[in-house]
């Protein structure tokens, strides 16, 4: 497997899209990594964003379940 293949391998099951992809791969050729490093660090963010969205939604969730459980 050749670095390329496996750097494109690892950007998807970082769960980035077939765009941010081609663009880290042409940062790559183009032996341009603070780029490269800039893009991975904004999809970084993006994801904890989502985390912490999801957490939001969890913590709602448990407390509801929790309303309910202590009101039987």
Do not use: F, W
Request: aromatic fraction near 2%.
């Amino acid at each position: 497997m050749s670095k390329q293949t496996a750097i494109e391998q690892n950007l998807k099951a970082a769960g980035c899209d077939s765009e941010t992809i081609e663009k880290c791969l042409c940062d790559l050729k183009a032996d341009r990594p603070k780029r490269l490093l800039q893009r991975l660090s904004r999809h970084r963010k993006n994801l904890v964003s989502e985390v912490h969205e999801k957490e939001k939604c969890i913590d709602c969730l448990d407390y509801l379940v929790y309303e309910l459980e202590r009101k039987d």
